[in-house]
């Protein structure tokens, strides 16, 4: 009547030991470290810098207790906060500003637990410690911006398409252009309205019975004036747009500081939060965060690039009109100073492969002005080449000039050159979200250290153990041996939770915490239930294996119910809440889903396991029955 098969035992054992190697790491603690990258996306570190770094540092005496060598960034570990300070400042000295050195925390796992896939729970900025900016968009230069572009655009237009006007410039968000007859203004207006396309500000597209620009004419005796406005979307879709391009951007940008679970969010209508756990650089946060990628495309001067002309040319002294830069392998190469086009024309860019070379590439896809901007000069090229400019930090790299061989239309370039796939990712990272859609400012910074971080996870802690051994207490001298089986069905409850919280690499801030402790008072109502329907059912008579096989029957729809309404409530709180609500959420919903299991199948294995064998039982040890009738 109460006996599991070997294959329920199997799993149940199965589990909890899975459960408590994966919940190990956590027992480990963090080392503070220093990460050292490249400034050049997809640049690996050479071994003879880190031989450098390493015996520099012993000289310091600065001793490493450990080393992670990964392809783009290397973790040193050391003893202490002071010590990784030191470093921090040595190694940078050392390398100066083509790598970035930041601080950081690394877990002490073990090697073997990490192989496995065994790691520590991801901790919030309250638990571990980091830095919290508040940022707000700088919503008044997105007009300017978008007026530039419109002016510089428009002015390329006309001359194209030779329409002869004689001043332009730009009046706020809208842009003049003067014409010496009301034919040419009308030509204009037409060629205006028919290229414009249906793009609205920050590349959005407006509604088709929507103009992309507004127009009005101003008819003087010696000249007529066309002012063009645009017609952007409403300022709600715009701020959205613009929030939604920059939090993609700072996203992409932290990743480089190897933030675990960076909290990157909007709060308010033009507001983001920032939140890195574990890093206690604000200054190099910053310095990330701030930084721009920039795609230029210009074309080579090749009348003054032959091998002799590069070599005897004075960078002071160039050609009227031209800029020497160069490539990836070192080599000169002489451009225009004309910009065709930049990453502002970008709608999507992704990394691929190249299917006649087999080579790494980066895929772009250009917005309409962009495809016909780049349509024409590629028609107006052939046999020249065009150089793709990446800036990064102030530093230009031509990434690859390829040859024109003929007409490109449709918006698709690819990007030749790329060293690895990691580099062609990471360029397309950039390019795809590698400048802000509008500047912000830092209104708020905080840095929480590592101390109250400690602090935090102490009371927390102290606060479950405590209260697990109040219930703990309670339960084994209430229902006896019961009560004990109830014990060691919420300890692997627990144990379940921990390990399910790292496999899923959740971040646990404080209000998890505080959710764990919840989950234990749940989790034991569920056993308080099961417990109570045997009880009752030694009251009515029932032989005592009767009673525990129905306690349990019964028991299981009440505490399905009790735990589906509450888990709904916490599925609530995940979709419409945010940071320290949703990681409630998350601990929230996890620990009913274990403690159904440990209380069903856990402590049920425990009983049978001791009841279920014995063929002649008068008595369970479950507390003080005030009716008992043994059979």
Do not use: C
Request: aromatic share 6%; glycine share 8%.
């Amino acid at each position: 009547m109460n006996q599991f098969s070997g294959w329920k035992y199997g799993v149940i054992i199965i589990s909890v030991i899975l459960s408590l190697v994966y919940a190990l790491p956590n027992l480990y603690g963090e080392s503070p470290a220093i990460q050292i990258m490249p400034i050049k996306s997809g640049e690996k570190i050479e071994p003879s810098i880190l031989a450098s770094v390493e015996s520099g540092l012993q000289e310091k005496n600065l001793a490493i207790t450990g080393l992670i060598i990964e392809p783009f960034s290397i973790k040193i570990k050391f003893a202490s906060p002071d010590e990784q300070l030191a470093a921090k400042s040595y190694v940078q000295q050392v390398l100066g500003e083509s790598y970035v050195v930041a601080l950081n925390l690394i877990s002490n796992s073990p090697s073997w637990l990490t192989g496995i896939g065994a790691l520590p729970m991801y901790l919030g900025l309250d638990l571990r410690g980091g830095v919290h900016f508040l940022m707000q968009l700088d919503l008044s230069k997105v007009s300017e911006k978008k007026s530039d572009g419109l002016l510089q655009d428009t002015r390329k237009l006309l001359r194209d398409e030779k329409v002869k006007y004689f001043a332009s410039k730009k009046i706020g968000d809208t842009i003049e252009i003067k014409f010496r007859s009301a034919d040419a203004l009308s030509k204009a207006k037409d060629i205006i309205r028919s290229q414009g396309g249906g793009r609205g500000i920050f590349g959005g597209s407006i509604s088709k019975t929507t103009e992309a620009y507004e127009f009005s004419e101003i008819n003087n005796t010696d000249e007529f004036i066309l002012l063009v406005k645009n017609n952007d979307i409403s300022n709600e879709d715009t701020v959205s747009f613009a929030l939604k391009q920059n939090l993609e951007t700072l996203n992409n940008r932290v990743n480089e500081l190897g933030v675990a679970e960076p909290i990157i969010q909007q709060q308010g209508k033009d507001r983001i939060v920032v939140q890195l756990p574990g890093v206690q650089d604000t200054a190099k946060a910053k310095e990330i965060i701030g930084r721009t990628a920039i795609l230029e495309m210009r074309i080579v001067d090749e009348d003054q690039s032959s091998p002799e002309n590069l070599e005897t040319l004075n960078p002071d002294n160039l050609p009227l009109g031209t800029e020497l830069y160069k490539d990836r392998f070192g080599n000169p190469i002489l451009v225009k100073k004309e910009i065709i086009l930049t990453g502002e024309r970008i709608i999507n860019a992704g990394p691929g492969v190249d299917q006649q070379t087999g080579q790494s590439i980066v895929s772009i896809t250009l917005d309409s002005a962009g495809a016909n901007i780049f349509k024409q000069v590629t028609r107006e090229n052939v046999g020249k080449r065009i150089a793709l400019l990446l800036i990064e930090k102030n530093i230009t790299e031509v990434i690859t000039a390829p040859v024109i061989k003929s007409e490109i239309g449709g918006g698709r370039v690819q990007i030749t050159g790329m060293r690895n796939a990691q580099e062609a990712t990471d360029v397309a990272l950039l390019l795809r979200a590698g400048s802000l859609a509008t500047p912000m400012e830092i209104v708020e910074e905080r840095t929480v250290g590592p101390s109250m971080g400690k602090e935090n996870i102490a009371r927390g802690i102290n606060s479950t153990i405590w209260g697990f051994l109040a219930i703990a207490i309670m339960m084994a001298s209430y229902y006896m041996l019961f009560g004990v089986i109830s014990v060691i069905g919420l300890s692997v409850n627990l144990l379940f939770l921990v390990a399910l919280l790292s496999v899923i690499q959740a971040t646990l801030t404080l209000p998890g915490l505080a959710a764990i402790a919840l989950t234990l008072g749940m989790a034991i109502d569920a056993n308080v239930l099961i417990n109570e329907r045997i009880r009752d059912e030694l009251r009515n008579g029932n032989t005592p294996q009767a009673s525990i096989k129905i306690g349990y029957e019964k028991a299981w729809g009440t505490i399905l119910d009790s735990n589906i309404t509450t888990m709904i409530a916490g599925i609530a709180l995940f979709m419409f809440g945010s940071g320290p609500i949703k990681g409630f959420a998350v601990v929230h919903v996890l620990g009913i889903i274990t403690s159904m299991y440990s209380a069903i199948w856990v402590s049920r294995s425990i009983v049978n396991y001791i009841y279920g064998s014995r063929r002649k039982l008068d008595s369970l040890s479950i507390g003080e029955i005030f009716k008992v009738e043994n059979n």
